[in-house]
């Protein structure tokens, strides 16, 4: 079964649900570019922004049909937040590292917690994988300390989903680890964003736990959202709603969610490049616009190229991605392989620098006007510098080492 026959949508249903999820975003994009200066300024979305976000039902996308979402496609998901990001680039950000985990919560979490959680279609969640805090057992549940940063999505976030070191090791020495979601309530967002190079609007700042008490039913032992361990069966979300995108490889997401955002962000910069090139000339004799020139027109068309091959690209990833959900092993789980969890993220952290090239390239000749403080150009420049030195983009030559490994029958460590 397709993740949209599962979901008991008839086709003419779903493409209805899809193009309305587009077009709410799309209608979205002028009030996005108009609120870029403010988002930077309160360092996340707009409270008026935000608003209609959730009026157009955009973070039901991955929650189940029973508890109030959509159970939208991943494809759908990716087609909405380029659309956001074209606007601005740190409030899709922030948007979507705070939507997308609803696919972990089923992901994980036993069923019997899911309604509460969902909470009829409310929930939100920031995530951060790095296990920074600690969690000691006591009576009903766990008492957590510590500090985690770069939680993007936090300030709307009814909930974060995070990982945190338990008591003991495992056999190996290892720390042991576990998967944990805290109610917003009982963490303290530290009024620590907003002074990086870009992506000032992203609502990534530090929550910090002091004794904070998480009943047993809020952590998994021994999980941790780096591996995977449902291909041999099926994961909670897929027992309890019969989707299989609610059994599938994080890894993969995670980079593939960051490269669909700098595809949306490099479409704004080709958008502002456009309505640069419509105003100006050319700087040196024959002074003609800039549309008519023939370096203006190569420099406008290659970018485009590029940014069309990468959306064409991180959307047949995601494609794929669904399809290796759908595809049984055999043995009640499914066939996504540590290889192809390894090649999709690939393809999300190459998107990241080559739309950060992208941007780069056409800066060059935009013009000095565009990179006035609070100009859009400038804005959309800084942001894509930001991204480019995450830590995905830097996890790049391992991961193309573990393409090599497993080609050639290797272990990876």
Not at 105 to 122: I, K, Q, T
Not at 246 to 265: D, E, K, P, Q, T
Not at 378 to 387: K, L, S, T
Request: some cysteine; glycine content about 10%.
């Amino acid at each position: 079964m397709t993740v949209t026959q599962v979901a008991g949508y008839t086709a003419e249903e779903y493409q209805a649900l899809e193009d309305r999820l587009i077009q709410s975003a799309r209608d979205l994009v002028p009030d996005l570019i108009a609120a870029g200066g403010e988002a930077e300024r309160v360092t996340h979305i707009p409270q008026h922004i935000q608003d209609r976000l959730e009026a157009a039902g955009l973070y039901l996308m991955f929650i189940p049909r029973a508890h109030g979402g959509y159970e939208a496609k991943p494809t759908t998901f990716a087609k909405v937040v380029i659309e956001l990001a074209k606007g601005d680039m740190g409030m899709a950000w922030n948007y979507c590292l705070s939507a997308n985990h609803a696919l972990m919560l089923a992901n994980w979490f036993p069923v019997e917690v899911h309604e509460e959680l969902y909470d009829g279609g409310r929930f939100k969640a920031a995530s951060m994988y790095a296990p920074t805090v600690t969690a000691v057992k006591t009576d009903g549940g766990y008492i957590v300390n510590g500090v985690v940063n770069y939680c993007s999505g936090i300030p709307y976030s009814t909930h974060f989903l995070g990982q945190a070191l338990l008591e003991g090791s495992n056999p190996d020495g290892s720390p042991r680890v576990g998967l944990y979601v805290a109610p917003a309530g009982s963490y303290e967002i530290l009024d620590d964003w907003g002074t990086t190079l870009g992506l000032n609007s992203s609502g990534s700042n530090s929550i910090r736990f002091t004794d904070a008490f998480l009943p047993d039913r809020y952590m998994v032992e021994d999980a941790d959202l780096t591996f995977y361990n449902f291909t041999e069966t099926q994961s909670p979300g897929e027992q309890a709603y019969g989707n299989p995108m609610y059994n599938a490889r994080h890894m993969s997401s995670f980079a593939m969610m960051l490269g669909m955002i700098c595809v949306g962000a490099a479409w704004g910069a080709l958008d502002e490049y456009a309505v640069q090139m419509r105003k100006r000339t050319t700087t040196v004799p024959p002074f003609v616009p800039r549309p008519q020139d023939p370096d203006f027109q190569r420099w406008y068309g290659g970018a485009k190229v590029q940014i069309v091959k990468g959306e064409y690209a991180i959307l047949a990833a995601w494609a794929e991605w669904e399809r290796l959900t759908q595809t049984s092993n055999g043995e009640g789980g499914n066939a996504f392989t540590d290889p192809a969890d390894n090649m999709l993220g690939c393809i999300g952290r190459d998107l990241m620098l080559d739309m950060w090239e992208v941007v780069e390239d056409l800066y060059r000749s935009i013009g000095s006007a565009a990179s006035k403080r609070g100009e859009r150009y400038e804005r959309i420049f800084r942001d894509m510098a930001q991204a480019a030195g995450h830590r995905n983009p830097q996890l790049k030559d391992m991961a193309y080492r573990f393409v090599a490994k497993d080609d050639f029958g290797l272990a990876r460590f």
